[in-house]
């Protein structure tokens, strides 16, 4: 598979490898408001799982929809 080389080299010497992320951009939001103020990452290995992407859009959708990001930051 394509993706051992680079995974390999990636994840030399670590002991924690981050599968899944969100990430949210305060100045976005602040100026354009939620859509596009979430960005969402997983592994390679994961990224053609329409669940997992699927799950990760709705749980972003679901923060921002049910906390005020104003007390996030």
């Known amino acids: 598979m394509m993706y051992k ?3 390999k080299f990636l994840t030399k010497n670590f002991t924690r490898i981050p599968l899944l992320w969100i990430d949210f ?5 602040k100026k354009f408001g939620e859509k596009g ?17 699927d799950t990760m859009d709705e ?10 990001m104003n007390k996030i930051i």
């Open 5 to 7: 080389p680079i995974a």
């Open 25 to 29: 951009n305060y100045k976005k939001y």
């Open 37 to 53: 103020s979430c960005l969402l990452d997983v592994h390679p290995i994961l990224r053609k799982d329409k669940y997992i992407i």
């Open 59 to 68: 749980l972003a959708s679901y923060i921002k929809n049910n906390y005020d």
